[in-house]
């Protein structure tokens, strides 16, 4: 409970400070919601033109890309700031101070790095979300309900995990922006869209090497009553314990990374 | 003045070298999302037959690979770096040196755009080549691309820069560029082409530059237009060109106006 009052002491701090230029918050703000809304204006576009993709229909293709920006926009809240700057962070020292602090290192960087930015990603997440299971007719039982709930959480950690894993690598190379760009950003696009219309080799990458598959396709698979995955139908109610397990070893990465550490003394 | 611009040239290229470890995997993230684009089409043109109407999957590779490369050239940070240097107070520097700022700016962004079309640009190209092949332009075509590409870099550096003047105001580039990175997305035409758009869509992109960055170049490139329609995009882009150096001038009186310079 004492972590909570501290949690919600610093993200109070963040939050006003972000808040206090009123303009900026305004584009900023504006300016994810264009930034967002464009991935699903493009999917709508191309499916009103072709109906469907890899036998998969407008909203279905929504509904992934709505769980995956959800759980993105959910985990980044906690994890963009923080680790997206976290090579510079350790090259620049300021790394140091995070140290120095009578918490744990992870809980502190991360609670003094909450954004405020992702509250439109939120709304827009969710109202598609609600569009997709009204128009695919899912129903809205309180099971389904529970189950997109825990789905979402095992989202969140594997984004979590993908944020820290792909920068984590800076405690030993310093300069490690280009490894996220690569395994988290560029991989990630892979989901857009099912992942039945790669080779059959990026899907063996998304499921095993880098499991964002678990974030949307597999999910989805359960909500759309489909069974048209390459792999195991048991793999579409993976996607909390996968969640729970990499965000287990991405913390102990972490902490063998924080271990080695040593400052660059600027 | 072109001698200092080739010293410009030649310093954001020994930059930029020192920075090849990023290269190569800027390299495999980009082969990455034309190959994820590469299969959407498949997926997509692969239901309705071999072809949709007069458009086939290699046209739409190469459809692909031309805006890949017409997007490497006309990406900026511009509206970023202003920020920055509105921020730290370096404009103020800026302002007394005997190059015009954009001018200075547009410079080093074109370098830059030119180091990544040829070293992590090329090699993109030879593997789309390789393995899904690309369609082959007149030598007509080409000539006419190439120069509606020059002026495509042109009216996006002005689009960008005009945005970024903002930072005036605001102080933050970042959002201009998600701004305008999402205006480009959806009015360009340059991941899915103005022939599959909604006709009330494709109407509101007629009235918009952005068309004539993506969209209009790569028609030219595939052939879809003969001599004539070819031009008449050059024209357009030259007519957009005139409004957007006469709105920069205009904000930038405006900026002078209100500038003040922070720290020092």
Redesign the interface.
């Known amino acids: 409970m004492y972590a909570l009052r501290l949690y919600m002491a610093f993200a109070k701090v963040r939050f006003m400070t972000q808040l206090e230029?009123r303009?900026?918050y305004f584009?900023?703000t504006?300016?994810?919601i264009?930034?967002w809304?464009?991935g699903f204006?493009?999917v709508m576009?191309?499916l009103?033109?072709?109906?469907?993709?890899?036998g998969w229909t407008v909203y279905e293709v929504l509904f992934l890309y709505a769980l995956n920006m959800l759980t993105h926009s959910l985990a980044g809240t906690f994890f963009m700031n923080s680790f997206e700057n976290l090579p510079r962070n350790i090259r620049q020292g300021v790394f140091d101070g995070v140290l120095t602090k009578p918490v744990s290192p992870l809980f502190y960087y991360v609670c003094t790095n909450v954004s405020a930015g992702y509250t439109s990603n939120y709304v827009i997440g969710v109202s598609v979300l609600v569009v997709c299971f009204a128009k695919l007719s899912i129903p809205v039982t309180l099971l389904n309900i529970v189950w997109l709930i825990a789905v979402i959480l095992g989202g969140c950690l594997i984004q979590a995990a993908g944020f820290i894993l792909t920068n984590v690598p800076a405690f030993w190379i310093l300069?490690s922006?280009?490894?996220m760009?690569?395994f988290f950003?560029?991989?990630k696009?892979?989901l857009?869209?099912p992942i039945t219309?790669?080779?059959v080799g990026i899907q063996v990458l998304v499921t095993f090497v880098l499991p964002y598959a678990f974030i949307s396709f597999y999910p989805a698979q359960y909500f759309l009553g489909r069974e048209d995955a390459l792999f195991h139908p048991l793999f579409q109610y993976l996607t909390l314990p996968v969640g729970a397990l990499l965000y287990f070893v991405a913390v102990k990465v972490w902490n063998i990374g924080i271990n080695r550490y040593n400052s660059t003394g600027s | 003045m072109t001698g200092m611009y080739l010293a410009l040239l030649s310093r954001t290229f020994r930059l930029q070298f020192q920075y090849r470890g990023e290269t190569f995997f800027r390299i495999a993230g980009n082969i990455i999302r034309i190959y994820i684009q590469v299969c959407i089409w498949a997926a997509l043109l692969g239901v309705s037959g071999a072809a949709d109407g007069d458009v086939t999957l290699p046209d739409m590779v190469t459809y692909v690979a031309a805006a890949f490369v017409l997007r490497t050239l006309t990406r900026t940070t511009l509206a970023h770096k202003l920020a920055d240097r509105v921020r730290d107070g370096s404009v103020a520097v800026d302002l007394i040196r005997p190059v015009p700022l954009i001018g200075y700016m547009f410079f080093e962004q074109l370098s830059e755009n030119l180091f990544a079309l040829v070293f992590s640009g090329l090699p993109v190209i030879i593997v789309s080549c390789a393995f899904w092949g690309l369609v082959l332009p007149s030598a007509l075509n080409l000539a006419l691309f190439i120069l509606s590409a020059l002026l495509a870099v042109l009216l996006m550096f002005y689009i960008e820069y005009i945005f970024g003047l903002f930072v005036f105001w605001i102080k933050n580039g970042t959002h201009m560029v998600m701004l305008v990175g999402g205006l480009f997305t959806v009015f360009s035409g340059a991941t899915v082409p103005l022939w599959f758009y909604p006709p009330a869509l494709a109407a509101v992109c007629e009235w918009l530059p952005f068309r004539l960055i993506a969209f209009e170049p790569i028609s030219v490139y595939l052939g879809k237009y003969d001599a004539w329609q070819a031009l008449r995009v050059i024209l357009l882009q030259l007519v957009w060109a005139a409004v957007l150096i006469v709105s920069e001038r205009l904000v930038w009186r405006a900026v002078q106006r209100r500038m003040f310079i922070q720290g020092g």
Request: aromatic share 12%.
């Open positions: 230029y303009g900026e584009v900023r504006l300016s994810k264009i930034a809304s464009t204006i493009m576009v191309l009103t033109r072709f109906q469907a993709v890899g300069k922006e280009s490894l760009t690569l950003d560029d991989v696009s892979f857009q869209y219309i790669y080779a």
